[in-house]
């Protein structure tokens, strides 16, 4: 007979699975396009040489982790073809 433990482990394990599926669902892919400047960037100051606060495309001020490695989150979409 399954003993009240048991069912408690067996819904924990199902609300777990249940959220990392949500997340994985609902996490959108972070692609820099394949521009020269995302293609040849080797470093987080050269992506702060347009990304910056005043740049041309400035980061939002609600973008996280802030002056971090870039490239931890971002990454370049997939060729076409």
């Given at each position: 007979m399954i003993r009240t433990k048991d069912i408690h482990?067996?819904?924990m394990v199902v609300?777990?699975?249940?959220?990392?599926m949500v997340l994985y669902l609902t996490g959108?892919?972070?692609y820099l396009s394949r521009?020269?400047?995302h293609l040849s960037a080797?470093?987080?100051v050269e992506c702060f040489s347009c990304h910056d606060d005043?740049?041309?495309f400035p980061?939002?001020?609600?973008?996280?982790?802030?002056k971090k490695n870039c490239r931890q989150?971002?990454?370049?979409?997939?060729?076409?073809g």
């Open positions: 482990f067996i819904i609300v777990v699975v249940g959220l990392l959108r892919p972070r521009t020269e400047p080797a470093s987080d005043g740049k041309v980061m939002t001020k609600e973008h996280p982790l802030r989150c971002h990454r370049l979409e997939k060729s076409k």
